[in-house]
């Protein structure tokens, strides 16, 4: 094990987090990497000021190749999860900054981290639990309540391919299936302790701002929107504005029935709201359902995320049911969106493309039963879960015609109705340096209705105000990208940036956010270059697995099949949005980032990851 | 024709009802709010109201999956009037 000091010049080149993480997997990593080998790098990198006084600075990031995206079942892409809660800011009062894992361990181990001080200790006794009860065993055979972890469940353990760390009852880092990453390596958990102090350069000063733009902050109304009813909120505004994925609401769309799903009817169970470290939001719930089928189910969430995955994309529109299976995939270490694995093998019972002899039961929508039984079988890959729990590699044991009812980009499956009606949400998508990443990039104000004028003081040019237009969204969705890729960088939340609203922070806040901790006075511009570095990083990396070019950043075909006439008149005009697109990124018109843009950038020797 | 508004997010929670019926209907956005503050009290301005006296961007006020940007947007006779605070995420993937 070796420790060393985070070097200056990486900082200034990628602040921190995904930055620094996404550089590190760049040199660490070949194309011949292998997801689940030893060789595959865990990096946990927390932002610059995670655990700082902040904007949500609980967050941090955890970057792998993911094995759930390569072209083979021993290949990977980009993998990377942003997660919150406790544990990152305690790794900085531990006084470390980023974690490089490699190897892989013949017995299960679990690491201890204290102050400046790192062991790797036996799991054994851990492996096969679930996540919350091996953070509460890791707990107490540390003596020291304060203790956080961060763990793979079942799910991890056994290499499904949408496993995910969780901390806490929920945070979850998944996306990317890296719980199976530390499942190949038998890491079981971190856990940490840390009562080190953190210097910063003017603590009285960054102790007032951080009081007064949280004031500010819990005064807007849709601060005081989240932090009450949290992200299940989004069910009504989708539905009713038309910009959800038509998978939401099920085959045909069967939105009068995803009423039973919406964030009013979650409050019944919530116990209250609950908080990532020093967030003025506080979005999600706490919930115990007293009575009933599910008597005794207390955690937290369930998110929008879960109301799809476990809900409205089984025609599950059982409030209850979704908030038990959402604690059984947190406590299993499995995404919520495996659930979009279950919407797919009923579609294939349907139409008949596999049967009871595959399956081992009827599959049907909206069957509760199953679908926790199923739940359970992926994350044990029992019988038909087995098959399930290989991700996109399924297909590489059901039919041929099964690949017809998954959508790809970049290597990622998505539903095959994933078009939506918000064009900047349609191109981040496609363009996400993360594969098929929803939200990577999302320009999320784009849904508020804000008229052209405010749309032109935000931005500083003309963006279209109606959500199917075209004028205006490239440079909305590459101006989202940069901000995002700093917000993640300085271990910020997604939520307390423009994204639900034009009024939160953004630069200039960052900025003062930076000097008053750091003392370094970076003007918009650097912060806007160290934003396109990053991104061009990660735009590299995914030239080295063969999809970071133009053929990448289309619509999938079947997307175009499924949604009609719409999405098929939208494709010449997706083509010019990708030109401005390249264009902003100074990439050429193949989206393949210029050598003088390496140049300017300070990357010139990751140039060979590019794709020819 | 009387009109039906749903109410969802923190609106549900200063109104106390899910749904409400207007008879006469109001004919426009603005005479929509003022229908409501007469009945539920000036809190329902400010709440759907930003300090420019525009509509928050915090709400949306759909008819028929159109959202009505302006208060003096139009409303029909017997349509279902939804209003529902707006956010962007979280989200779901496969």
Same mark, same amino acid.
């Given at each position: 094990?070796?420790?060393?000091?985070?070097?200056?010049?990486?900082?200034?080149?990628?602040?921190?987090?995904?930055?620094?993480?996404?550089?590190?997997? =760049?040199?660490?990593?070949?194309?011949?990497?292998?997801?689940?080998?030893?060789?595959?790098?865990?990096? !946990?990198?927390?932002?610059?000021?995670?655990?700082?006084?902040?904007?949500?600075?609980?967050?941090?990031?955890?970057?792998?190749?993911?094995?759930?995206?390569?072209?083979?079942?021993?290949?990977?892409?980009?993998?990377?999860?942003?997660?919150?809660?406790?544990?990152?800011?305690?790794?900085?009062? &531990?006084?470390?900054?980023?974690?490089?894992?490699?190897?892989?361990?013949?017995?299960?181990?679990?690491?201890?981290?204290?102050?400046?001080?790192?062991?790797?200790?036996?799991?054994?006794?851990?492996?096969?639990?679930?996540?919350?009860?091996?953070?509460?065993?890791?707990?107490?055979?540390?003596?020291?309540?304060?203790?956080?972890?961060?763990?793979?469940?079942?799910?991890?353990?056994?290499? !499904?391919?949408?496993?995910?760390?969780?901390?806490?009852?929920?945070?979850?880092?998944?996306?990317?299936?890296?719980?199976?990453?530390?499942?190949?390596?038998?890491?079981?958990?971190?856990?940490?302790?840390?009562?080190?102090?953190?210097?910063?350069?003017?603590?009285?000063?960054?102790?007032?701002?951080? %009081?007064?733009?949280?004031?500010?902050?819990?005064?807007?109304?849709?601060?005081?929107?989240?932090?009450?009813?949290?992200?299940?909120?989004?069910?009504?505004?989708? @539905?009713?504005?038309?910009?959800?994925?038509?998978?939401?609401?099920?085959?045909?769309?069967?939105?009068?029935?995803?009423?039973?799903?919406?964030?009013?009817?979650?409050?019944?169970?919530?116990?209250?709201?609950?908080?990532?470290?020093?967030?003025?939001?506080?979005?999600?719930?706490?919930?115990?359902? #007293?009575?009933?089928?599910?008597?005794?189910?207390?955690?937290?969430?369930?998110?929008?995320? &879960?109301?799809?995955?476990?809900?409205?994309?089984?025609?599950?529109?059982?409030?209850?049911?979704?908030?038990?299976?959402?604690?059984?995939?947190?406590?299993?270490?499995?995404?919520?969106?495996?659930?979009?694995?279950?919407?797919?093998?009923?579609?294939?019972?349907?139409?008949?493309?596999?049967?009871?002899?595959?399956?081992?039961?009827?599959?049907?929508?909206?069957?509760?039963?199953?679908?926790? !039984?199923?739940?359970?079988?992926? =994350?044990?890959?029992?019988?038909?879960?087995?098959?399930?729990?290989?991700?996109?590699?399924?297909?590489?044991?059901?039919?041929?015609?099964?690949?017809?009812?998954?959508?790809?980009?970049?290597?990622?499956?998505?539903?095959?109705?994933?078009? #939506?009606?918000?064009?900047?949400?349609?191109?981040?998508?496609?363009?996400?340096?993360?594969?098929?990443?929803?939200?990577? %990039?999302?320009?999320?104000?784009?849904?508020?209705?804000?008229?052209?004028?405010?749309?032109?003081?935000?931005?500083?040019?003309?963006?279209?105000?109606?959500?199917?237009?075209?004028?205006?969204?490239?440079?909305?969705?590459?101006?989202?990208?940069?901000?995002?890729?700093?917000?993640?960088?300085?271990?910020?939340?997604?939520?307390?940036?423009?994204?639900? %609203?034009?009024? &939160?922070?953004?630069?200039?806040?960052?900025?003062?956010?930076?000097?008053?901790?750091?003392?370094?006075?970076?003007?918009?511009? @650097?912060?806007?270059?160290?934003?396109?570095?990053?991104?061009?990083?990660?735009?590299?990396?995914?030239?080295?697995?063969?999809?970071?070019?133009? @053929?990448?950043?289309?619509?999938?075909?079947?997307?175009?099949?499924?949604?009609?006439?719409?999405?098929?008149?939208?494709?010449?005009?997706?083509?010019?949005?990708?030109?401005?697109?390249?264009?902003?990124?100074?990439?050429?018109?193949?989206?393949?980032?210029?050598?003088?843009?390496?140049?300017?950038?300070?990357?010139?020797?990751?140039?060979?990851?590019?794709?020819? | 024709?009387?009109?039906?508004?749903?109410?969802?997010?923190?609106?549900?929670?200063?109104?106390?009802?899910?749904?409400? !019926?207007?008879?006469?209907?109001?004919?426009?956005?603005?005479?929509?709010?003022?229908?409501?503050?007469?009945?539920?009290?000036?809190?329902?301005?400010?709440?759907?109201?930003?300090?420019?006296?525009?509509?928050?961007?915090?709400?949306?006020?759909?008819?028929?999956?159109?959202?009505?940007?302006?208060?003096? =947007?139009?409303?029909?006779?017997?349509?279902?009037?939804?209003?529902?605070?707006?956010?962007?995420?979280?989200?779901?993937?496969?």
């Amino acid at each position: 094990m070796a420790q060393e000091e985070v070097p200056m010049e990486w900082r200034q080149k990628f602040l921190g987090a995904r930055g620094i993480n996404m550089f590190l997997l =760049a040199t660490l990593t070949d194309a011949t990497t292998n997801p689940l080998g030893p060789d595959n790098p865990l990096i !946990v990198g927390l932002g610059l000021l995670t655990g700082l006084p902040g904007f949500g600075t609980g967050r941090f990031n955890i970057t792998a190749l993911s094995p759930a995206t390569g072209s083979t079942p021993y290949s990977g892409n980009i993998g990377d999860s942003n997660v919150g809660g406790h544990v990152g800011p305690e790794l900085k009062y &531990a006084g470390f900054d980023h974690l490089v894992i490699r190897g892989q361990s013949s017995v299960p181990v679990y690491l201890v981290v204290a102050n400046d001080n790192i062991e790797i200790r036996d799991a054994s006794h851990l492996w096969g639990k679930d996540t919350w009860e091996t953070q509460q065993i890791i707990k107490r055979e540390s003596g020291d309540e304060r203790t956080r972890v961060i763990c793979i469940g079942p799910a991890g353990e056994n290499l !499904v391919r949408m496993a995910c760390f969780i901390t806490g009852l929920k945070d979850a880092a998944g996306g990317s299936g890296l719980g199976s990453v530390a499942g190949a390596k038998r890491l079981k958990a971190i856990a940490v302790r840390g009562t080190k102090d953190v210097s910063v350069a003017y603590p009285k000063e960054l102790v007032e701002y951080f %009081s007064e733009q949280t004031k500010r902050l819990m005064s807007q109304k849709w601060v005081k929107a989240l932090g009450y009813l949290g992200t299940p909120l989004r069910m009504t505004a989708a @539905k009713v504005g038309g910009w959800g994925e038509a998978a939401e609401f099920g085959v045909e769309g069967r939105v009068e029935e995803a009423e039973g799903l919406n964030a009013e009817k979650l409050l019944p169970y919530s116990l209250g709201m609950s908080a990532c470290l020093g967030c003025a939001i506080h979005c999600r719930h706490r919930h115990l359902i #007293k009575e009933g089928r599910y008597a005794g189910t207390r955690g937290e969430g369930p998110e929008y995320g &879960a109301l799809v995955g476990q809900g409205a994309a089984l025609r599950n529109y059982d409030i209850e049911s979704v908030t038990y299976l959402n604690d059984l995939c947190n406590r299993l270490g499995m995404e919520v969106n495996a659930g979009g694995m279950l919407s797919f093998a009923i579609e294939l019972f349907e139409s008949g493309l596999i049967g009871i002899e595959e399956t081992g039961r009827p599959l049907k929508w909206g069957d509760r039963d199953t679908i926790e !039984v199923l739940t359970q079988d992926i =994350a044990y890959r029992r019988g038909f879960g087995d098959v399930l729990a290989e991700g996109k590699f399924a297909l590489d044991r059901l039919p041929p015609e099964a690949r017809r009812y998954l959508g790809f980009i970049k290597g990622a499956a998505t539903s095959r109705r994933e078009w #939506k009606t918000v064009t900047s949400f349609v191109l981040s998508q496609l363009t996400a340096s993360l594969p098929a990443h929803v939200y990577r %990039s999302r320009p999320g104000i784009d849904i508020l209705g804000l008229p052209a004028g405010a749309l032109k003081a935000l931005y500083g040019r003309y963006v279209d105000p109606d959500i199917k237009g075209y004028q205006g969204k490239a440079f909305m969705v590459w101006w989202h990208e940069l901000l995002y890729a700093i917000c993640d960088a300085l271990g910020c939340c997604r939520f307390l940036t423009v994204f639900n %609203s034009p009024h &939160a922070p953004q630069y200039e806040e960052y900025r003062e956010l930076l000097r008053l901790t750091t003392g370094w006075d970076l003007s918009i511009p @650097k912060l806007q270059e160290i934003a396109e570095r990053i991104y061009t990083v990660e735009r590299l990396l995914l030239g080295r697995f063969g999809v970071g070019m133009r @053929k990448d950043d289309r619509m999938p075909e079947i997307w175009l099949e499924v949604a009609g006439s719409e999405a098929a008149e939208s494709k010449a005009k997706f083509e010019e949005l990708l030109d401005e697109y390249y264009q902003l990124h100074s990439w050429d018109q193949n989206g393949i980032p210029t050598p003088e843009t390496l140049e300017r950038l300070g990357i010139v020797d990751l140039a060979s990851l590019k794709g020819t | 024709m009387a009109i039906t508004i749903k109410v969802f997010g923190m609106l549900r929670s200063i109104l106390g009802e899910a749904s409400l !019926v207007l008879d006469p209907p109001p004919a426009t956005v603005h005479q929509l709010l003022n229908e409501l503050s007469v009945r539920y009290g000036e809190r329902v301005r400010e709440e759907l109201l930003d300090e420019g006296g525009n509509l928050d961007y915090a709400y949306g006020i759909f008819v028929a999956g159109e959202k009505l940007n302006n208060l003096s =947007a139009k409303i029909e006779d017997g349509v279902e009037v939804v209003i529902a605070s707006i956010i962007a995420g979280g989200d779901h993937s496969y």
